[in-house]
């Protein structure tokens, strides 16, 4: 990867001042609803609401019988409420809609915002997927994936 | 009907909903087992049958042939999802005491995991014998 890139990257954010740099702080809506934390926080991060579009969501939630080789299907009433809760919180930008594989890293917001990455990086055996953001955002599980959260792993590039 | 018996009624339901979800594994090794007795007399949870069941390779799903895949072999220890890399807190109960804590949520998960790496739902046989085999192998009976 481009490693001076981001090092010079970080070292312009930081002298930038934290407050301007960091302003974005918790991507996690300000009340979670506990029932989508529940069911979609066990085996991924829950993904914050805001980094798919409404319709990427609806569409994502209609198919949780085959949720990327998964079945995650829910009970009717469950599905409902957190689809609600998606809706709601969900991002109006188009480059945060996900078209026809309803990844959030096939995004065009993704693509841009980790385009300074190497490829071999997510197949990486400490990170193995792209869907696993808290392996270099410590903190996403609670949703804070500002820079001076990050930190990659000893990675092979 | 006036304020006081709905008040009453009301907390009533809440006493009686409680004992549905909230458990312990031993609860529920105690419930799956009187529900496997109605098909197999004298049914008794075997922690041995239970290990074997978690360490079978059923081979349906890829990356998921067996519940160790993403457990791990010692339940007691904190297992990782396979495909996405989140950590999974143990299964053993002494390791966890959120685990088995809950029917309800017990069985939600049997549901799927079960549908996913066994490819269909398990017996009330096999999740007594289960939980009982975690049980055990967590150091706690």
């Known amino acids: 990867m481009k490693r001076t890139t981001f090092r010079s990257s970080l070292a312009c954010l930081m002298l930038c001042g934290a407050a301007t740099a960091f302003a974005d702080g918790s991507r996690m809506p300000p009340h979670p609803d506990k029932t989508w934390l529940e069911e979609c926080g066990t085996c991924h991060v829950a993904y914050p609401p805001a980094l798919l579009t409404a319709d990427t969501w609806r569409r994502l939630m209609a198919g949780l019988d085959r949720h990327f080789g998964s079945n995650a299907a829910l009970d009717a009433p469950t599905a409902a409420r957190i689809t609600t809760f998606l809706e709601r919180n969900a991002s109006t930008r188009g480059e945060r809609n996900a078209a026809a594989s309803l990844r959030i890293t096939d995004t065009r917001w993704f693509t841009r915002k980790h385009d300074e990455l190497s490829p071999t990086v997510w197949h990486d055996p400490k990170v193995k997927s792209p869907a696993n953001c808290a392996a270099c955002h410590r903190n996403a599980e609670s949703g804070r994936y500002d820079e001076h959260d990050i930190a990659l792993p000893n990675v092979r590039r | ?141």
């Open chain 2, 1 to 141: 009907m006036n304020r006081t018996m709905c008040l009453s009624l009301a907390l009533a339901g809440t006493l009686v909903a409680l004992p549905l979800h909230a458990a312990s594994p031993q609860d529920l090794i105690a419930d799956y087992a009187t529900e496997a007795a109605r098909t197999q007399q004298g049914f008794v949870a075997s922690a041995e049958r239970g290990k074997a069941f978690f360490l079978r390779n059923w081979n349906v799903a890829d990356k998921m042939p067996n519940c160790a895949a993403c457990h791990t072999e010692r339940p007691a220890a904190q297992g990782t999802h396979v495909i996405t890399a989140k950590s999974i807190r143990p299964l053993a109960p002494s390791a966890n005491p959120d685990r088995f804590a809950d029917a309800a949520k017990a069985e939600k998960w049997f549901r799927r995991n079960c549908t996913e790496v066994v490819g269909r739902e398990c017996s009330a046989a096999e999740k007594a014998d289960l939980v009982r085999f975690l049980v055990v192998a967590g150091g706690a009976s």
